[in-house]
């Protein structure tokens, strides 16, 4: 069939290509977006809108809410003999499109924090409260630590006496000697 000649395609959701030359495709391919990919429509319907010398101008359309809207477009299909063929295989094309956030999709968005239920969002408010709690508990360990460390321990050094008579500091009488080399002045 000459591309040209072709004015609309059907495209469905789950549904793949035909194909000679090249291994088979979804009809529809999501890319991204702002909107994501969840919210792909189940068929898409593409119109000729004209010839601008080198490929045909599409125009398509689907059934999607009014929060979503068709971003970047491009209508791909396998050519009969070889890749730039004017003349395409039957049922070979397919759809890649980015799927963007209306006005009003933004809107929703900003309102909810997030598309999804009611009970999605108060789930991912519960788990927010959960995590908040787990990092003060661990905040206020780590405070008990530094303070059993730094300022239970403040007791006054006292000097014992050895047998031989001398004062020496408390770390001498109750643990080995310094290694050699250590000065006593650096105590």
Same mark, same amino acid.
């Given at each position: 069939?000459?591309?040209?000649?072709?004015? +609309?395609? %059907?495209?469905?959701? #789950? /549904?793949?290509?035909? &194909?000679?030359?090249?291994?088979?495709? =979804?009809?529809?391919?999501?890319?991204?977006?702002?909107?994501?990919?969840?919210?792909?429509?189940?068929?898409?319907?593409?119109?000729?809108?004209?010839?601008?010398?080198?490929?045909?101008?599409?125009?398509?359309?689907?059934?999607? +809410?009014? %929060?979503?809207?068709? #971003? /970047?477009?491009?209508? &791909?299909?396998?050519?009969?003999?070889? =890749?730039?063929?004017?003349?395409?295989?039957?049922?070979?094309?397919?759809?890649?499109?980015?799927?963007?956030?209306?006005?009003?999709?933004?809107?929703?968005?900003?309102?909810?924090?997030?598309?999804?239920?009611?009970?999605?969002?108060?789930?991912?408010?519960?788990?927010?409260?959960?995590?908040?709690?787990?990092?003060?508990?661990?905040?206020?360990?780590?405070?008990?630590?530094?303070?059993?460390?730094?300022?239970?321990?403040?007791?006054?050094?006292?000097?014992?006496?050895?047998?031989?008579?001398?004062?020496?500091?408390?770390?001498?009488?109750?643990?080995?000697?310094?290694?050699?080399?250590?000065?006593?002045?650096?105590?």
């Amino acid at each position: 069939v000459l591309l040209r000649d072709v004015q +609309a395609l %059907t495209l469905h959701r #789950g /549904q793949y290509t035909t &194909s000679r030359r090249t291994a088979a495709v =979804p009809q529809l391919q999501c890319t991204g977006g702002t909107a994501g990919c969840s919210h792909v429509p189940a068929v898409v319907q593409c119109y000729n809108k004209g010839w601008d010398g080198y490929d045909v101008q599409w125009h398509c359309q689907a059934d999607l +809410a009014n %929060t979503y809207r068709f #971003g /970047q477009m491009e209508v &791909s299909c396998e050519g009969y003999d070889y =890749p730039d063929d004017p003349y395409i295989l039957r049922g070979s094309c397919s759809l890649l499109f980015r799927l963007e956030l209306t006005e009003e999709g933004e809107r929703k968005v900003k309102n909810s924090g997030s598309f999804g239920s009611s009970y999605y969002q108060s789930r991912k408010d519960s788990s927010d409260c959960g995590a908040g709690a787990v990092v003060v508990i661990i905040l206020l360990a780590l405070a008990f630590g530094v303070y059993k460390f730094f300022l239970s321990n403040q007791q006054p050094q006292q000097s014992f006496g050895d047998r031989d008579g001398f004062t020496r500091p408390s770390w001498q009488s109750q643990q080995a000697p310094p290694p050699p080399g250590f000065k006593s002045s650096f105590t």
